[in-house]
């Protein structure tokens, strides 16, 4: 959070192979909360003989319009994944084209990754 106790987060969600970025996508900036609320949805095109091998990364970032943005934590689904998060990628492969929603707690960010 800011020095004024809000943040000004965004979503960025890339689709991983291998550990390098194949697609990124990110939602708009919501000013001013540590509650924001995004109703917007995006689509990956996945070969399916490329499904098992690739991860989602769900990363929530603090804007700064001056320096870097911060991320604030993370979350990776995928199959390598586990608990809930391989449960909501299992759900996602059982339903394409649907929404699945799901809460996830964020992690951590690594330090000096490219999230």
């Not at 949805?41 to 490329?50: A, G, I």
């Not at 991860?55 to 994944?81: E, F, H, K, M």
Request: with cysteine; aromatic share 8%.
């Amino acid at each position: 959070m800011d020095v004024g106790g809000l943040s000004d987060p965004y979503v960025k969600i890339a689709i991983m192979m291998n550990g390098k970025r194949i697609k990124k996508k990110k939602t708009s900036i919501k000013k001013c909360t540590l509650n924001p609320y995004y109703n917007e949805s995006f689509t990956f095109e996945v070969p399916f003989e490329q499904i098992q091998k690739v991860q989602l990364l769900v990363t929530v970032v603090d804007y700064d319009r001056i320096g870097t943005s911060d991320p604030i934590g993370n979350v990776i689904l995928g199959c390598n994944a586990t608990g809930t998060e391989l449960r909501h990628w299992m759900d996602m492969l059982a339903s394409p084209r649907r929404p699945i929603a799901q809460w996830h707690s964020l992690k951590e960010p690594a330090e000096g990754g490219d999230n």
